[in-house]
């Protein structure tokens, strides 16, 4: 699997992006998909993640209700809306694939095998 996301960029607090990650390889529909975040002196941490029909979808605390996790599967392509962004919103975010393709989510950074290279969000107070 190959993931490239894409979308990031500066935004003023209070405003919006979205990332969205290109997968090839392994077809898209058979597994789940994870979105991290890593902010500078910190440890990666779990965004969100959505299974492999889009059906569930789990959040951090930090992000619920503000985050959204989609992903179309006849375009290979998953997405994260990011709304009312924070300067704390501020990181490198991933999107990756589990070495599974099982029916659920995963959320624990371990089940992630495939990674894409980042992309940087920067939020201004």
């Known amino acids: 699997v190959q993931l490239q996301a894409s979308g990031g960029g500066l935004v003023q607090a209070g405003g919006s992006l979205r990332l969205s990650c290109a997968a090839s390889?392994?077809?898209?529909?058979?597994?789940?998909m994870g979105w991290f975040r890593q902010a500078p002196g910190k440890e990666r941490e779990l965004v969100g993640a959505i299974n492999r029909s889009g059906g569930s979808t789990y959040y951090a605390d930090s992000v619920k209700g503000r985050f959204t996790i989609s992903r179309d599967n006849a375009k290979s392509t998953g997405y994260l809306q990011m709304n009312s962004l924070k300067p704390e919103d501020t990181a490198v975010y991933y999107c990756a694939a589990p070495a599974y393709s099982g029916t659920y989510y995963y959320t624990s950074e371990s089940a992630y095998r495939y990674w894409g290279q980042g992309t940087q969000v920067t939020v201004s107070s």
């Open positions: 390889g392994r077809t898209f529909g058979t597994y789940a």
